[in-house]
């Protein structure tokens, strides 16, 4: 790796920290392009490269996504028995979805993930409020039935899964905002795990990944990410405590539009420099 590789991975360890403290999310839509741009830059055949940058940003988002959680342990904000169910179940989906994603195409992945996060973000925008003397909902069935489905996406698409989560969490679950982004954030601690599992399982054997690396996982891009993410995760969550909870759900929208138009490359054929 050359030293801009290394800078521009640092760098974006920094914002990638930041929102998944902020907005209880694993900071992929940073991660992945860049990673993507750096290991095509090494010589790494694209549709390789795809899977490497998914298989690597879940090992970024296993110690980012325990970091954020600590910080909004410490706010109350997170859910702890719903985290778990829900970890657990989306766990052993991500395995599946992570092995049914190495034999796909890269640029299926890409196209996929795009679309996943456009119709999460609509749905957010335009579902109404929950009423306020709504509970969140309380069951460990409940929780089963969302938290499986949600670790298959997220296995499939390289992600923690908190853009997800989160419109599951407040829409469907009532969680309120807050609540929504504390636990989806500590979910994301087991939903990585079982992604990464799947993608250090699946890539240990094939051909043309630089070393070292550990299946679909590229450890020095893995260090420069989770070296400067982890202190930043602490910053964001902080940050998401001082904002109101509709200022906090509307920033989380802004982002998931970004990172749908961006992943799909509408913004490429519009000739748009972001």
């Given at each position: ?30 991660m992945i392009p860049v990673q993507y ?39 109350g904000a997170v859910w702890w028995k719903?985290?778990?169910v829900l970890g657990i179940c989306g ?184």
């Amino acid at each position: 790796m050359e030293v801009n590789h290394i800078l521009a991975l640092l760098a974006t360890g920094l914002g990638v920290g930041f929102a998944s403290g902020l907005l209880g999310i694993g900071g992929c839509f940073i991660m992945i392009p860049v990673q993507y741009w750096v290991y095509c830059a090494m010589g790494v055949d694209p549709g390789i490269a795809i899977k490497l940058a998914f298989g690597t940003n879940l090992f970024v988002v296993l110690p980012t996504a325990l970091s954020g959680s600590l910080g909004h342990h410490r706010k109350g904000a997170v859910w702890w028995k719903a985290a778990f169910v829900l970890g657990i179940c989306g766990l052993i989906g991500a395995i599946i979805g992570a092995t049914v994603a190495s034999h796909v195409p890269g640029k299926v992945l890409v196209v996929v993930f795009g679309a996943v996060i456009l119709f999460g973000g609509v749905r957010m925008l335009t579902a109404k409020a929950p009423k306020i003397a709504e509970e969140p909902k309380d069951s460990v069935l409940v929780w089963t039935l969302w938290g499986f489905p949600l670790g298959v996406v997220t296995g499939f698409i390289g992600i923690g899964g908190g853009v997800l989560m989160v419109p599951v969490m407040t829409l469907f679950l009532r969680f309120k905002m807050h609540q929504a982004v504390g636990t989806s954030t500590a979910m994301m601690i087991l939903t990585s795990i079982g992604g990464l599992i799947g993608y250090i399982v699946n890539g240990w054997n094939v051909p043309g990944i630089p070393s070292p690396h550990l299946g679909y996982v590229h450890i020095w891009s893995w260090l420069a990410l989770a070296a400067t993410s982890v202190g930043m995760a602490q910053v964001g969550a902080r940050v998401a405590h001082l904002l109101p909870g509709k200022q906090l759900k509307m920033i989380f929208i802004i982002v998931m539009f970004y990172m749908g138009l961006k992943m799909i490359g509408v913004f490429s054929w519009l000739h748009l420099p972001i």
